[in-house]
């Protein structure tokens, strides 16, 4: 394990079985080496929202989660906002989305990706 992976353990962060399969059968269809960036800006419905991207690009004190075939970075400062969270992949009624639970989040929006602390 890279430090980088021990320090995503540290803080809790995982992502599901489910995730990680999705995640892996979108990545098959993108360029090589490309990841599942999740970060946390501000905005959105409840004061924060999630924002997840495709890209090549990694930075150095990104943090990264390998699982099942699927890699997930997360820079340090959405790092913090997403301590002891889970990233899931739900499949429903309304429609399939990737899902945080974040254990922190005091209140969230219906989109469920908006979250306040």
Do not use: W
């Amino acid at each position: 394990m890279s430090a980088t992976e021990l320090t995503a353990e540290a803080y809790g962060v995982a992502v599901t079985g489910r995730a990680a399969r999705r995640i892996a059968e979108i990545l098959a269809t993108e360029p090589p080496l490309s990841v599942l960036r999740v970060s946390v800006e501000g905005g959105g419905c409840s004061g924060f929202q999630y924002k997840f991207d495709i890209t090549r690009e990694r930075a150095e004190d990104d943090i990264v989660i390998d699982n099942e075939g699927a890699t997930v970075v997360i820079d340090p400062v959405s790092l913090e906002y997403m301590t002891g969270s889970h990233i899931d992949f739900v499949d429903d009624l309304i429609g399939a989305s990737f899902k945080i639970e974040n254990p922190h989040a005091v209140a969230s929006c219906g989109c469920g990706t908006s979250f306040a602390l």
